[in-house]
């Protein structure tokens, strides 16, 4: 054990070195998002070539704030693909490209072992956690729901199970109380291309580190839905307060339901972290524009807020538009839940 009780990780040099240069190893690439695109940016910047992008095509339901890894691609002459199922076909037709390496980055699918299998050096993805910590789904709402104070990006050997092959490289980032999930994933994407800059080349020439995770020291998390944003006023404030930052803009939002109606907690801060100031969910005064709550512990001060299918609004200016739906409520009988 390293110093602070961390496991010390031991890395090695790949066994065999390849003797590749980046321009003689092609790449296949299956990517999206904003983390996705400074990736596959890094890998032109290097002069890879890459045979093929298979990508995904938005969702209209979420609020695109990523630049296009189809677009990036095509202005490239790269072929563009958005299948998500892998077959014989598909398979043969990988193999057909020669790829040197496979890389994902933020691709939404499980590679099959017969997609893997199909690099003649290596198949690695970025994942936005510092592995073993955070393997799986949303990595980045997670740490934030969960209160942590670092987190990274890691470059890593793909393998059947999710987010488990050898780690290649990692990168670490501090989290502060200002971060939300989408502050944070702006700090991590210049990592995650910084890795793929250093590295890419040692992986080509066979002479990038590698070392096995332990698993057993790490975590593993699942999809994150909507509902899961569901705030229960009795948690303490700072609970609160680190889901409403995890899923603000642009994931769907913290809600609570006043008078049958739902609410969105678009921003908010801690006002107090101790305490019984009220009962939970209870208005017990203004604060600016915000509005302050009793937790099941301190207070949280709301600044954003939207009624559902009504516009986003000062907090402030929420107990008269309550009042207004409904003139017999009083200030104090306002009950968040």
């Known amino acids: 054990m390293a110093a602070g009780g961390r496991e010390r990780r031991t890395f090695h040099a790949l066994t065999k070195a390849s003797q590749f240069t980046v321009e003689q190893a092609p790449c296949v690439v299956f990517g999206y998002h904003e983390l996705g695109y400074v990736c596959i940016e890094a890998l032109l910047e290097l002069g890879a070539p890459i045979a093929a992008l298979f990508t995904h095509r938005d969702d209209p339901g979420e609020e695109i704030w990523w630049r296009s890894c189809a677009e990036l691609a095509a202005n490239h002459r790269i072929a563009v693909y958005f299948d998500e199922q892998f077959g014989s076909a598909w398979i043969e037709r990988i193999r057909s490209w020669a790829p040197a390496v496979i890389y994902s980055f933020n691709y939404r699918r499980l590679l099959p072992r017969a997609v893997l299998q199909c690099a003649s050096i290596a198949a690695l993805n970025v994942h936005p956690s510092k ?113 409403v930052r995890a899923v603000t803009h642009p994931y769907p939002g913290a809600f609570c339901v006043v008078e049958g109606r739902r609410i969105y907690i678009w921003q908010a801060s801690i006002g107090s972290e101790r305490g019984c100031l009220g009962r939970p969910g209870e208005i017990i005064g203004a604060k600016g524009s915000g509005l302050e709550l009793a937790a099941g512990e301190g207070s949280v001060i709301l600044h954003r807020v939207q009624l559902e299918n009504e516009p986003e609004i000062a907090a402030a200016e929420l107990p008269s538009r309550l009042a207004a739906s409904r003139p017999s409520l009083k200030q104090h009988q306002t009950l968040f839940n």
Not at 131 to 153: F, H, K, M
Not at 170 to 199: C, G, H, M, N
Not at 227 to 232: E, N, P, S, Y
Request: glycine share 8%; charged share 20%.
């Open 131 to 243: 592995l073993p910590a955070y393997r799986g789904r949303a990595p980045i709402n997670w740490v934030l729901v969960n209160g942590e104070r670092e987190t990274g990006v890691t470059l890593h050997h793909m393998v059947e199970r999710a987010d488990a092959g050898d780690i290649v490289a990692q990168q670490t980032v501090a989290i502060d109380d200002s971060d939300t999930a989408l502050t944070l994933s702006r700090k991590l994407t210049p990592l995650a291309a910084d890795l793929i800059t250093r590295f890419h080349p040692l992986i080509v020439a066979g002479t990038a580190p590698r070392a096995a995770q332990n698993l057993r020291a790490g975590s593993y998390f699942g999809r994150r839905t909507p509902a899961d944003g569901r705030i229960d006023w009795n948690w303490p404030a700072r609970r609160i307060f680190n889901l």
